[in-house]
């Protein structure tokens, strides 16, 4: 398909004028009909290079995604924009899962998502052989590679993709591969001279602070640190799930308001704590590991670590849920030596010995990164192969100066965080509060509704008509269309009152 269709397709849909970097180039190549693979950090629009090409085959293509609600999320969010999409897994009846099969036979939709492990299902081939497929998606393609941080077995299984369907493209993603994963999943997934890409993993609006401390010390940070970003979105990492329920407890006595996250609530609560926080109900969200992969809130504003991550890949994929809006955004590894005591027990108690071996050097990587007086932007573009020709980043702490609330551990300082230009305030409350009324009316989340860079466009432009409203950032013909109006209701609302 010709450039300019592929711009009238990212107009309609997406709302976008112009393709970030490479994704033009990707989408091309997988239209192409070439085998793809694809490292692209988080926040660089990995999903539309393979949604795109899907959208125009006239096809199916199947997402291989290890994440059942990151696919019901993203298969809702396409039905929103106008291009039918489906999750198969197995949260969903036994009898709406045949329903879908059976329009995925005809070829109804435009992208299927599925998990490795249905996916690899003996009778899931002979259902996929009855589909008309486009090409294979593989979203978190590092779990492919034992030399992954997010190693699973069951991805391993995915070269049988090539034996059974020889004539379809695969395209692998990933945002934190190192060179000898990247390797190895070509290997593993046997990719036939595939074109690769591979964006840079410098975040050059991110401000990595890294600061050893005590517990007393720790806390005075936090503290300082939510006075900061008071009003802005912020995620705090915690270890354990125990420590996840006493920082939201900390913060609450504190007079600031947490929802917390991990791998051992119910799905519900789960969902509803990542809802509210999604539509800045709540602005602070606490959670272990389990929490990020696949979220899509572009104006986080911090992220803070309060212990130390198991490998640099680890705290590089969290630290980069930061800022993909673009904007200036800090991230914070407040660590303490114990940290690395109970990183190194848990090493020392693996059976594998090759697993060991693997947790040892990303033990003894993260601990280089933490105590070093290197350039963190430098040593994190090393530690996945790229050579940078600068020297010094200007956005960390060894580079530039400490961010002034760092310094709370000894003195209680208020300071002032680096926040970008806003719109009106109440104007943005006035919308934050019609998308989330309008959010549950329709039932999906809020930022299928509009994302919070499109929310904050809409509220800096004030759009007064259609046309107006399509320039807006994010704004397609799809969402113009389906609901443009009450959009410009809601701005005259305000207008009025």
Known sequence: MAAPDLHSVLRKYWGYEQFRPLQGRIVESIIGGNDVAVVMPTGGGKSLCYQLPAVVSGQTAIVVSPLIALMADQAAQLAEMGIPAAALNS???WAEQQELM???TRGEFRLLYVSPERLLRGDFFDFLHR????????DEAHCISEWGHEFRPEYRQLSRLRDEFPDRPIAAFTASATQRVRHDLLRQLKLREPHKYIASFHRKNLNYQVKLCSGDSQN??????????????AIIYAPTIARVGETVAFLGKNGIQAVPYHGRMENEERTRNQEIWMSDEVRVL????????GINKPSVRAVIHLALPKSIEQYYQEAGRAGRDGEPADCALLWQTRDAGLLAYFIQNMK????QRRAWDAYHAIRRFAEGRACRHREICLHFGETPKWESCGACDVCTAELEWMSAGERRAAATARV??????ALLQHMREWRRRFARERGVPAFMILNDASLADLCRREPS?????????????RKADSFGHEILSALHQFAVR
């Open 91 to 93: 949260q969903i009846a």
């Open 352 to 355: 594998d010995v090759q697993e």
């Open 420 to 425: 970008s230009a806003q719109p009106d305030s």
């Open 465 to 477: 008509n259609l046309s107006q409203l399509m320039e807006v950032v994010g704004i397609g013909e």
């Open 220 to 233: 005075r940070l936090l503290l300082a640190a939510m006075e900061v970003y008071a009003g802005s979105t």
């Open 286 to 293: 606490v959670g272990t590991i389990a929490f990020g992969l």
């Open 102 to 104: 059976r329009r995925a």
């Open 131 to 138: 589909v008309p497929l486009a090409f294979f998606a593989i």
